[in-house]
């Protein structure tokens, strides 16, 4: 057995909207069955969903308050007042900064921008930035990506006479800030069709209707920021990142071009990960690590050599963020496993002094997928007395919600259930921890701590062809909410098994189901090349690809999980390296059985008495959800037929069979043998066998062995007398068969023995332990 390292969730899927879906729009049936398991299951919705394009855009006019904006925005231009654009240092922020600037200087507007330092200043517009754009003559604030929480700050905009409009598209709190405006598809009230917009999602909303025209020169930053922020790539969110990815690909900005160029980008079929993976971590770079102004200057230059030099700055700092992240999380991976046992924590709040705050949302991020535990990170600076952290989550703890609960606690934060930010007291920490996890307590149960693997289908090998991975491709741009589809096989056979890469810690598969045979790649798999047989059967969770090398192009599955449902049977006999096998299966899993005290001698295992077995000691075994490793050969079938009825079936058993004498291939002396030697012993009456024993088994071609078994044999049916190694026939012995000497039939049980364990198949071996099993459950039952 082989356990999953994540819990298998298979969506379910209505065959018949299905079938109805492949019908109407001529698509496959497995690229059906996928829009039906992500809900898509409509001939109408499939349709928007694959073919809608940027014509399908809503009216932004839909959203509440845009026409209050438009109209004080259109008023600001046309009166020559300045315009300052309020943003945030994310890629999010950068992104929707820039669609700002692009669109206000498209209308001629007096504007400038202004984001905050994240280590100076904080999250979201601040009172000293107001006062600051105040003294500088702006009239009309514009916040882009940020505000719905700025309810002081809205309060502090009005006493100074600035007109305040937020666009955002973030969790609005409970009391919305008294602005000129608010333009957010999320707060109460607003009819917008479309929720899941990113903040510069809703820029983009803002920007065509202050143009009169969805601003498509707009969509390449628009995707970025889209896609970053890692907001559901459904609905507009699917079109914004779909005809931006389109738009990025061709792009005429020169920062967006010289991005791509440093990032290895140039030249590459764009996609989502891309963006996700490579573009979006070095934008946020710069905000992590210090302002993000370089950022958004690189988005709107017009100018190639800036351009250059910008992108260059980015992708070093980009470098030096990595860094530090590296080491942040392994010191708040020490902190959590020497302060925070997990059996006791269901949610990890660590902090630390002098953390860097710009990165600490990665290293939450990165214990999550370690710990997969709810997760805050916490910067603390103790000269202002405040912790600033950053919240991730797992499936079934809402983090904003609950973080909801202790407001009284948080003057700041805002969110959403997967991520939020936050600052508080130092002092509050371990409240806010204790809270949490009475929380967790109460809503996660101990299976919600281990981590969930969505498949949407399941598939057999012959449904796997070049042409079925590419029309699944027509679901991309895929993200939060349209991940990349994941498939399971179930019950495959292994045709080909071996460990790759320069460390041997990928791992290469063939699966077969004896007529299909498709290739598989685990990367960081290759340990567990030792965890499975080629005699097992095994499913595998993962995503299609396809490979192409030297002009041949192939499917192939890259796994993610894997497990074997059955109990696996590892055979070690004869292998060279078999005692540092045994050493290295986990020990908290191994239980040795050992039927001779010298064995523990050979493999070294003096020391591990304490969880070695030797069946003739009577010890108690427990089997079950172990490793079982038989180290030698039991003295007699008795011996190992008690033991596996009185224990469960193991997880995994592994055979060694060491022993130092091969009585199978030892002579068996016949009957004839036997025959002969008697006659030549009643001939002579005595024979000194210490003395003359070799030489008779030299003349006879027998071993020397054979001559002492036959002795031992005689004796104990009572034919001779042995004194001082000498034989002496004894006169009218007893006629008595072989069987009736101990020495013979415990002879002929080795050989047996070693036949069925020691020298038979692999197969004819694992089918013998399966009825001894297969005997055991029937008992059971």
């Not at 790649?521 to 192409?548: C, P, R, W």
């Not at 079982?628 to 008795?638: A, C, G, Q, S």
């Not at 012993?681 to 036959?710: C, D, H, P, V």
């Amino acid at each position: 057995m082989l356990k999953a390292k994540t819990r298998w969730n298979v969506l379910p899927v209505d065959e018949e909207k299905a079938a109805t879906i492949a019908s109407s729009l001529k698509l496959p049936e497995l690229l059906a069955k996928l829009l039906v398991s992500r809900g898509i299951d409509t001939p109408e919705d499939a349709e928007h969903f694959l073919f809608d394009g940027s014509d399908h855009l809503y009216d932004p006019f839909l959203m509440d308050g845009m026409d209050v904006t438009v109209k004080r925005i259109h008023k600001a231009i046309s009166d020559k007042e300045k315009i300052l654009v309020f943003g945030d240092y994310d890629a999010d922020g950068v992104s929707s900064t820039s669609v700002m600037v692009f669109t206000l200087k498209e209308l001629q507007a007096d504007f400038d921008y202004y984001i905050p330092n994240r280590f100076t200043e904080g999250y979201g517009p601040n009172e000293n930035a107001l006062r600051w754009a105040k003294e500088e003559g702006f009239q009309l604030i514009i916040t882009v990506d940020t505000g719905i929480s700025a309810v002081h700050e809205a309060q502090v905009a009005k006493e100074l006479g600035l007109d305040f409009i937020v666009t955002d598209h973030h969790e609005p709190p409970p009391v919305l800030p008294d602005a000129y405006s608010i333009i957010n598809p999320k707060k109460p009230g607003c009819p917008y069709p479309f929720k899941g917009l990113a903040g510069v999602g809703v820029a983009f909303k803002v920007s065509h209707a202050l143009l009169g025209r969805a601003p498509l020169q707009l969509l390449d930053i628009a995707a970025i920021g889209t896609i970053a922020d890692l907001v559901p790539l459904i609905g507009e969110n699917r079109i914004l990142a779909r005809e931006g990815i389109k738009a990025l690909k061709q792009t005429d900005k020169p920062g967006l071009k010289a991005l791509l160029k440093v990032a290895d980008l140039h030249d590459k079929d764009l996609n989502a990960e891309h963006i996700g993976f490579a573009i979006g971590p070095r934008v946020n770079a710069a905000g992590r690590l210090d302002s993000a102004i370089p950022a958004v200057e690189l988005f709107t230059t017009d100018d190639h050599e800036e351009a250059k030099l910008l992108a260059e700055e980015i992708d070093q700092m980009n470098k030096s963020r990595q860094t530090i992240v590296n080491e942040m999380t392994k010191e708040a991976i020490d902190v959590v496993e020497s302060n925070f046992p997990l059996e006791e924590n269901r949610v990890l709040v660590v902090a630390k002094e002098d953390w860097n705050p710009g990165v600490i949302g990665i290293v939450a991020s990165r214990l999550v997928e370690k710990f997969y535990r709810p997760t805050i990170v916490l910067s603390i600076d103790q000269e202002k007395g405040v912790a600033k952290g950053s919240a991730r989550s797992i499936e079934g703890f809402d983090m904003f919600e609950n973080l909801s609960t202790c407001r009284d606690i948080l003057p700041h934060f805002g969110g959403h259930p997967m991520a939020a930010g936050m600052t508080l007291a130092i002092d509050d920490v371990d409240e806010l921890r204790e809270r949490l996890n009475r929380l967790a307590f109460e809503k996660l149960a101990e299976e919600d701590l281990k981590p969930i693997t969505q498949v949407d289908i399941e598939c057999r090998l012959e449904d796997i062809t070049i042409e079925t991975i590419e029309q699944m491709n027509k679901l991309a741009p895929f993200g939060v909410s349209n991940p990349v589809p994941r498939v399971l096989l179930k019950d495959m056979q292994i045709r080909e098994m071996k460990k790759i890469g320069s460390q041997s810690n990928h791992l290469k598969l063939q699966f077969t189901d004896g007529q299909a045979v498709l290739d598989t790649i685990g990367f960081q798999k290759g340990d567990l090349m030792d965890e499975m047989t080629y005699h097992s059967t095994v499913s595998a969770v993962g995503e299609l690809s396809i490979n192409e090398w030297n002009g041949y192009r192939k499917p192939q599955l890259m796994i993610h999980d894997m497990a074997v449902n059955e109990w696996q049977l590892f055979d070690f006999r004869g292998i060279r390296d078999v005692k540092k096998r045994i050493h290295d299966i986990p020990e908290e899993k191994a239980v040795y059985i050992a039927f001779r005290e010298e064995s523990l001698e050979w493999f070294g295992l003096h020391e591990w008495k304490g969880r070695v077995i030797m069946p003739q000691s009577n010890k108690e075994a427990a089997f079950e959800g172990k490793y079982v490793i038989f180290l030698d050969v039991p003295n007699t079938k008795e011996e190992l037929d008690c033991l596996l009825e009185n224990t469960a079936v193991p997880e995994r058993t592994y055979v060694v069979f060491h022993q130092d004498n091969d009585h199978f291939f030892s002579t068996i002396p016949s009957r004839d043998h036997f025959s002969w030697y008697y006659k030549f012993l009643y001939k002579r009456k005595t024979f000194n066998l210490q003395k003359n024993g070799n030489e008779l088994a030299r003349l006879k071609g027998w071993s020397a062995e054979t001559i002492q078994f036959m002795s031992r044999v005689f004796f104990e049916l009572e034919f001779v007398t042995i004194k001082d190694g000498v034989i002496y026939l004894n006169d009218h012995p007893k006629k008595k068969d072989l069987q009736e000497s101990n020495a013979y039939r415990r002879k002929l049980e080795q050989v047996e023995i070693e036949n069925e364990l020691v020298y038979s198949s692999y197969n004819d071996l694992k089918n013998w332990f399966k009825n001894k099993h297969a005997c055991k459950m029937k008992q059971e039952v």
